[in-house]
């Protein structure tokens, strides 16, 4: 048997927010065998969502289309085996309270039901991260299937510091997770002007080396965790004040 369902126009409402979907299709097909005992079937399933808003007080996501491609099946015997992909196109993540842009985010996430030991590895990318309008950055790397959550692999390239880079790793699921943060020594560009922050300092250039690291957790009580930050040969100067602080050292730990 084949079906083809379409809805158009659904909307979802809760106490905070609600999520509108232009648009949900599911197509597929359904094999049975009636010679085996008990019958085998295999199951081919398409579904997707177009045009995504989800809107809460604090938020809005955007996202053009969510789609999933799985088959599987059962030989009679065992239960239901399900092998696939999720695909989401380029969206965008709003946080009003505090001006925070995800932009053009997209995944491939292959997955399995129920979830294999050794399933494959897809991707998450993020064009650009901003706040305040302020362009952080962007977002790259590998994300894959573990048990019912996900692992992660990930690369933040900062564009408020040419040639920065931190590196992610850990798994999150239903009830949290857990992140790894690392930032492998940087040596700042030389003369490396503050008023890109804040305009305020402009003339005022900062010098040095840093390393740092962190350890994330996310649960129903929130973020907590801990990050450590190492400053070596540092240097704060300002030609037109004829202002100079040298040779700082600094070792923070922030919980």
């Known amino acids: 048997s084949k079906f083809d369902l379409t809805e158009t126009r659904s909307t979802l409402e809760w106490s905070n927010g609600r999520t509108r979907v232009e648009r949900i299709f599911l197509a597929g097909g359904l094999a049975l065998d009636t010679s085996a005992a008990p019958p085998a079937y295999h199951l081919d399933l398409n579904p997707s969502v177009n045009h995504v808003t989800t809107e809460t007080e604090a938020a809005r996501m955007t996202l053009p289309a969510i789609a999933v491609a799985a088959a ?38 292959p997955f399995e039901w129920p979830p294999a030991r050794t399933p494959g590895t897809g991707r998450l990318k993020i064009d650009r991260i901003e706040h305040q309008e302020l362009l952080l950055g962007a977002l790259d790397g590998k994300i894959g299937q573990q048990g019912e959550g996900l692992t992660l692999t990930l690369e933040h390239t900062s564009k408020l510091f ?94």
């Open 162 to 255: 040419p040639g920065l880079h931190v590196l992610i790793n850990g798994a999150v699921d239903g009830q949290g997770g857990n992140l790894e943060l690392s930032v492998p020594e940087y040596v700042l560009p030389e003369g490396f002007d503050l008023a890109r922050f804040w305009p305020r300092l402009t003339g005022m250039q900062l010098d040095g080396r840093a390393e740092a690291s962190g350890r994330l957790k996310m649960d129903r009580g929130g973020i907590s965790g801990t990050v450590q930050l190492s400053v070596g040969d540092g240097a704060i100067r300002n030609e037109a004040q004829d202002m100079a602080l040298e040779g700082i050292q600094l070792e923070v730990q922030m919980d």
């Open 72 to 109: 599987g099946g059962s030989d009679g015997i065992g239960p239901l085996h399900l092998k696939g992909r999720i695909s989401i196109k380029p969206g965008r993540l709003t946080v009003k309270k505090h001006p925070f842009l995800l932009d053009g985010i997209s995944m491939q996430l």
